[in-house]
């Protein structure tokens, strides 16, 4: 039953409150979004810390993407093998995933 609700229904939930906190704020706050702040983006340090963040996040979701929507039979069909495809993800995705995490602590 756990198992159910973690892996079927918490992930629709979880979505459903992403996109109903998007509508909420956009009716709400529409013209409040901005992406610069006007104190902490003037830190040399932060400006590093947001960057390796930003990049790093945005290879770590790439490749998780590309991992679960590219079928396995086209890794095999281009001759790239199970270990090999595990080297690759570990290859690129630690560098990415301790860009993260120290531009989260930056």
Excluded: C
């Excluded at 039953?1 to 229904?9: A, G, S, Y």
């Excluded at 996109?19 to 409040?32: E, K, L, M, S, V």
């Excluded at 770590?60 to 396995?72: D, F, K, N, Q, S």
């Amino acid at each position: 039953m756990m198992d159910q609700f973690l892996w079927v229904l918490f992930p629709y939930i979880i979505f459903a409150i992403f996109i109903g906190g998007h509508i909420f704020r956009y009716n709400y706050d529409q013209f409040g979004w901005t992406s610069k702040s006007s104190e902490l983006l003037e830190k040399k340090m932060l400006r590093i810390g947001s960057l390796l963040f930003h990049f790093g996040i945005m290879f770590v979701i790439g490749g998780h993407v590309m991992g679960i929507l590219i079928p396995e039979a086209v890794y095999r069909s281009i001759g790239i093998s199970e270990h090999m495809y595990h080297v690759v993800a570990i290859s690129f995705g630690l560098p990415a995933g301790v860009a993260s995490i120290i531009g989260l602590i930056i």
